[in-house]
């Protein structure tokens, strides 16, 4: 699953607008600060801040806290010192768990995290618990009705893409080596192709299969995890069908 966004569709429809949004843009903002951080202030340089700044222009961020939390993560305006870090556990059924946060204080986000996967029927694990179960790519949408599946397999793979899959009703997605993200992207919007939701992710390679009484609980632990605030982006192995979030 590449993050959730099928899920996180479902919770924008279910309501609660306006309190998604305030999180989604703390969440865009600290991106920006920790790309700032390790990469430097100028996207044309930092391609993972490129991709932060291109994320939240799409989210509607407002230019000034674009610019702001580029100075935070530069060392030019005062702000929280975050920290990207991976967290590895396990949820209902022993399906895997990927959180990646930002972070400003550890004991507190593990203290958060610890008690979320706990009393949602999960448990925090050790780095390389569950890690083997995942592999991290570069993951590019394209609308459908914007290309053909042989134009775009051409383009994309002579931009250096890996395949290109068409699973979904609406989009193409092409996958790449994380290395090779920026150049497929930038090739795909020299050809004229419209790309959307482009970042790094992480692929289940070993699925889990629970019993499907579990899985409104993996759903509640999902959404759990989503609404602390330090999270980035959560990852399971296991897929869910739609009817699922909607009832859970």
């Not at 994320?55 to 939390?69: G, H, M, Q």
């Not at 990207?84 to 895997?96: D, H, K, Q, R, S």
């Not at 507190?108 to 890690?131: D, Q, Y």
């Amino acid at each position: 699953m590449a993050g959730h966004s099928k899920w996180k569709n479902i919770r924008l429809r279910k309501g609660k607008q306006d309190a998604i949004r305030g999180k989604l843009f703390t969440k865009l903002a600290r991106e920006i600060i920790v790309a700032a951080k390790m990469g430097g202030g100028d996207p044309a340089t930092n391609l993972r801040l490129r991709l932060a700044i291109d994320k939240a222009k799409e989210n509607s961020l407002p230019k000034e806290n674009i610019d702001r939390a580029i100075a935070k993560g530069t060392g030019g305006g005062e702000g929280s010192n975050y920290e990207e870090i991976l967290y590895e556990g396990t949820g209902p059924g022993g399906v895997a768990f990927m959180v990646e946060v930002y972070s400003d204080n550890r004991n507190r986000t593990v203290g958060e995290l610890r008690h979320v996967f706990s009393k949602n029927g999960g448990a925090l694990g050790e780095n390389g618990s569950v890690a083997w179960q995942f592999k991290q790519v570069g993951q590019i949408s394209v609308p459908k009705s914007a290309v053909d599946e042989e134009t775009l397999t051409l383009t994309a793979l002579d931009g250096g893409a890996d395949e290109v899959t068409g699973d979904d009703e609406e989009y193409w997605t092409v996958e790449t080596p994380v290395s090779a993200l920026h150049a497929c992207n930038d090739a795909l919007k020299g050809a004229g192709i419209p790309t959307e939701d482009v970042g790094i992710t992480r692929l289940a390679t070993n699925w889990a299969e629970p019993d499907p009484d579990l899985l409104p609980k993996i759903v509640r632990l999902l959404e759990a995890l989503e609404d602390l605030d330090d999270v980035k982006e959560t990852y399971i192995n296991v897929e869910i069908p739609e009817e699922v979030y909607e009832n859970a």
